[in-house]
C-alpha cells in the first residue's frame, strides 16, 4: 500500500455537503482505504475571481493502485458527480485531484505525481500539513511546511470546519 493525497473542492451550492459526498465516494474505490482528511478550508478562487469560493480539503488514502488507476477512479467519481465545470478553472460541484502517490514522480500525457501546482497552492498545502505535517514533496525534494513558510496571504485560506465524518 502507498499513500496518496487526493484535494477535494467545491464551490456550487452545498459545498460541504458535496465533499463529504466524494469522500462517501472515495471510500468506494477497490485496494484503497480512506486514512485520514484534513478539515475544510475556505478559498478564493483561482483563476476567475467572480466565481464563488471554494471549499476544500486534502484526503490521504492508502492503496495499492497504481497512479493511474486511481486517476481514473477519481475522474469517474468527478463525472457522477455532475462536476459542472466547462472549463478548467470554472465553478464546479466537485473537484478532485490526485496530489501525491508515495514518493513517485510521474509525466505522463494524461497524469502528472506529484501534481504541478501542490506546492504553489495554499489550499493545497495547508490541509496537507494538518494530516501529513511532514510530507517531502518527491519532486522537489522539500519539506511542504518549508514551502509554506515561504508563502505570503496565509490568509487567503480560512478555516471553515472540522474534518467531516464518514
Not at 69 to 81: F, K, N, Q, V
Not at 124 to 153: F, H, K, Q, T
Amino acid at each position: 500500500m502507498s499513500p496518496a493525497f487526493v484535494g477535494l473542492g467545491s464551490n456550487i451550492e452545498d459545498r460541504a455537503r458535496h465533499l463529504v459526498a466524494a469522500l462517501e465516494a472515495l471510500g468506494e474505490i477497490p485496494d484503497s482505504k480512506r486514512v485520514r482528511v484534513s478539515s475544510l478550508y475556505e478559498t478564493d478562487p483561482v483563476g476567475d475571481p467572480r466565481q464563488p469560493r471554494f471549499v476544500n480539503a486534502v484526503l490521504h488514502l492508502d492503496t495499492s493502485l497504481e497512479p493511474d488507476r486511481l486517476h481514473d477512479a477519481l475522474h469517474r467519481i468527478e463525472a457522477e458527480a455532475g462536476r459542472g465545470a466547462k472549463d478548467r478553472s470554472g465553478a464546479r460541484t466537485i473537484d478532485r485531484d490526485l496530489l501525491y502517490h508515495g514518493a513517485r514522480v510521474l509525466r505522463s500525457r494524461g497524469l502528472t505525481v506529484p501534481h504541478p501546482w501542490a506546492p504553489d497552492r495554499l489550499f493545497v498545502l495547508i490541509p496537507m500539513l494538518e494530516i501529513a505535517p511532514e510530507w517531502i514533496d518527491p519532486a522537489l525534494g522539500v519539506r511542504l511546511s518549508d514551502l509554506l513558510r515561504r508563502r505570503r496571504n496565509l490568509t487567503a485560506v480560512r478555516w471553515f470546519a472540522p474534518p467531516p465524518k464518514w
